[in-house]
């Protein structure tokens, strides 16, 4: 099972950005990556996917603002989150899918303020 922790959370104003990374303790080649967010009270959704051969998908309300990166090499994911809003405030989680399994890592607290 592959091991993640993720870092880049924190604290930025409304319309700002901020980046998210992704360690991986072994190779994600054959893994879809993906990050989720999760807000007290709620499931955790999807924010953004990303296939071992490229394709991306994200939700909705993300996909003009958030990008998805995968750096094969390194065996890191990235999540490029630009003009936030206040409803993106959440923990974030990075995960990898094979076969129906998924392993998460601890999560990243992000918060926009008003």
């Known amino acids: 099972q592959v091991q993640l922790v993720e870092s880049g959370g924190g604290l930025v104003q409304a319309g700002g950005s901020l980046r998210l990374s992704c360690a991986a303790s072994r190779s994600i080649n054959p893994l879809v990556m993906g990050w989720y967010r999760q807000t007290p009270g709620n499931q955790r959704e999807l924010v953004a996917r990303?296939?071992?051969?490229?394709?991306?998908n994200y939700a909705d309300d993300v996909k003009d603002r958030f990008s998805i990166s995968r750096d094969n090499v390194k065996n890191m994911v990235y999540l490029q989150m630009n003009r936030l809003k206040v409803e993106d405030t959440a923990v974030y989680y990075c995960a990898a899918e094979r076969d129906g399994s998924r392993s998460w890592g601890q999560g990243t607290q992000v918060t926009v303020s008003s």
């Open positions: 990303m296939s071992s051969f490229g394709s991306k």
